[in-house]
């Protein structure tokens, strides 16, 4: 039996030095020694957490791999203490790579077993961890219920900077909540215990909480000076990415005060750090926020350049992100396999043994008289027994193999898929955006320079409204869509709309006519409606024949619901095609057989903005005679005046 274990450890020690082969990186044979010659338990686990501690900077799936061995064998000896590093660093290399499922199964393993012990210490710290890993997914209630959990334990155990680090966590939970107030309040508990005890990094923490919430608020001088006193913070304890972080949240900060000139000099800054220490998600952040700047200030060019980098930087983190799933189910298969491949090897010992008993004693019964022959009979059956037991047990392990290796190959498939979705996006957006982009390059063909200013903006909000259709229809995977009402007036919006797209209309000499016996008022979110009525112009004009007009009418139906359509006489669109329009992923497949034209996804988020206003949205359309894309309101005001009949493109 000691010798069984001395392979089974030297197995389960080589095979990180296996996974990281091609980068020769290997335990010291000090370290390898310790281990496999340890003769109590205490030995062996503080060789594991040595062994922890060099690949601590070297490779992540290593201290994975170890870290499992180190909480199995503490568990197994009793050593609950022992175990706290192993789930320490389970929970923090998954949670750093958003593989928030396993974080939180460590973290609650851990906290049942601290608790069990009466660790408070520990089960502290995973409480904390299990809060964050929730923030994380938007899962604020939770967040909060852990968090508190944590600051309980920890105030009534003594744990100072432990319950400064919930505290401060909680504020940021709360913040995140949008509830203000109870930010702010916790905030500042935070700021009060850290200065009593003079801890820097919760202070640096705890400023950035209070400047975004007062930025949320309005309140940008009182954001403004919370955060210059947060990076100079920062800077005197040399932490590079609370840095970074701080002057993201500075550059955001002047650029809702349309100072953009000094939200572009803070994102520079933020940008050229988080590039020569390629972090990425910083990177992703300030490169957002120069391509806004940029654009508020017509430098379209710079605006457009980090817009691109927005995007390849956005795209390698996706696929990192995708590489580190595919490394935590790779690591779960061999995992598996051994722990299967180690079962089997006992089976089959077990058989070897019993064929061999059987020989010896069918060699026996030979020389022993006739009248045992009873008793070697009862024997021989019972023997049978157990081998057609032991070659059971060993089919049904073999099957269990098979169906691990077919759910592995289901999670690829499913990860092409996505891959494969995420192509036909970026396929679509350089379909869409190559008219406006085509348009800017070539703009010295026109002569009259206020032709061109009018040219060049127009096209710039084309591509913007594509790209916010993008981030939006994206977004509403997560999260549905936020709006901000306001009392609009429908002609008024009409009108606003017809002007971002009258320079497509001039080309094919196409007219927007609107036609209402009254005008109406409507309570919603102005920006998100006349992105609606852009994409649903667009879409009509894209279709309509030159010299047409397209008809734009207000009216209220049968229903006593307020009905506005837009109907051009375009080949209209085929019944089958009709719902298919208003859905993502349906037309990313239509648009990849080439069956349907693209129209980006203006319909899409016309439909997800819709839904958000609990308004209907439809088409009625037969082949050949055009279509008519209809929205219906219940929540409006007639006005008196009459609208009458209005030309959009001549207004």
């Known amino acids: 039996m000691k010798k069984c274990r001395s392979y089974l450890l030297l197995i389960l020690l080589m095979a990180p030095t296996f996974h990281a082969a091609s980068e020769t990186k290997t335990v010291p044979d000090s370290l390898r020694i310790l281990y496999l010659t340890a003769n109590t338990d205490s030995v062996r686990l503080e060789s594991l957490r040595q062994i922890i501690n060099y690949w601590k900077t070297i490779d992540e799936d290593s201290i994975i791999y170890y870290s499992k061995i180190l909480v199995q064998e503490a568990e197994k000896s009793g050593q609950a203490r022992k175990a706290y590093k192993g789930y320490y660093w389970l929970a923090s290399i998954y949670g750093n790579n958003n593989i928030y499922d396993s974080a939180l199964y460590y973290c609650f393993q851990g906290e049942r077993l601290f608790q069990k012990d009466s660790l408070l210490y520990p089960q502290t710290i995973m409480l904390i961890f299990i809060g964050e890993q929730y923030r994380a997914m938007e899962q604020f209630d939770k967040a909060i219920y852990y968090l508190k959990q944590a600051m309980k334990i920890a105030s009534e155990a003594g744990l100072e900077k432990q319950l400064i680090g919930a505290t401060n966590r909680l504020a940021a939970a709360f913040h995140e909540n949008r509830q203000h107030e109870e930010a702010l309040l916790w905030a500042d508990s935070s700021i009060r215990m850290a200065k009593r005890l003079n801890t820097n990094d919760y202070m640096l923490n705890n400023l950035t909480t209070i400047g975004a919430v007062h930025r949320d608020q309005g309140h940008y001088q009182l954001a403004l000076s919370n955060f210059i006193l947060a990076l100079d913070e920062a800077r005197n304890i040399q932490d590079e990415i609370n840095e970074i972080s701080i002057l993201n949240n500075i550059a955001s900060t002047y650029l809702q005060m349309h100072q953009y000139k000094m939200a572009i000099n803070a994102a520079k800054q933020s940008y050229e750090k988080s590039s020569k220490k390629d972090f990425k998600a910083f990177s992703v952040v300030s490169s957002e926020l120069l391509s806004k700047a940029y654009a508020e200030m017509d430098d379209y060019k710079n605006a457009y350049e980090y817009l691109r980098i927005y995007e390849a930087t956005r795209h390698l983190i996706f696929f990192e992100e995708r590489d580190a799933q595919m490394s935590e189910l790779h690591t779960k298969y061999d995992t598996e396999v051994k722990e299967k491949q180690i079962e089997l090897q006992k089976v089959n010992l077990e058989h070897k043994d019993l064929l061999l008993h059987q020989k010896n004693t069918t060699l026996i019964f030979f020389i022993i008289i ?282």
């Open 370 to 651: 006739i009248a045992l022959f009873v008793v070697f009979s009862v024997y021989m059956f019972l023997t049978h027994k157990k081998l057609r037991a032991a070659h059971v047990d060993l089919s049904i392990k073999n099957k269990e193999v098979e169906s691990n290796k077919v759910e592995i190959q289901h999670a690829y498939e499913k990860l092409s898929l996505l891959d494969e979705q995420k192509q036909a996006f970026i396929s679509m957006l350089v379909h869409d955006l190559k008219n406006p982009l085509n348009l800017l390059v070539n703009i010295d063909v026109f002569e009259e320079e206020k032709e061109k200013k009018m040219l060049i903006n127009r096209s710039s909000k084309q591509m913007l409204n594509i790209v916010m259709n993008i981030l939006d229809v994206s977004a509403s995977e997560d999260r549905p869509l936020k709006l901000h009402p306001e009392r609009i007036l429908i002609s008024d919006l009409l009108q606003f709309a017809a002007r971002d797209v009258d320079f497509l209309c001039i080309p094919k000499n196409i007219n927007l006519l609107y036609q209402s016996e009254f005008d109406f008022f409507l309570t919603t979110d102005k920006e998100i409606l006349h992105r609606v009525f852009v994409n649903l112009f667009t879409n009509a004009i894209k279709f309509s024949p030159d010299n047409d007009t397209i008809l734009i009418k207000a009216i209220i139906d049968i229903d006593g619901l307020l009905e506005i359509s837009v109907k051009d006489n375009g080949e209209g669109i085929s019944p089958e095609n009709q719902n298919i329009i208003f859905e993502k992923f349906k037309q990313v497949e239509q648009i990849k057989s080439a069956s349907l034209g693209s129209t980006g996804l203006g319909l899409a988020f016309c439909k997800i903005a819709c839904e958000a206003n609990q308004w209907q949205i439809g088409v009625d359309s037969e082949l050949g005679k055009g279509a008519r894309f209809w929205i219906k309101i219940s929540d409006f005001d007639k006005v008196a005046n009459s609208a009458g009949e209005l030309d959009l493109t001549r207004n």
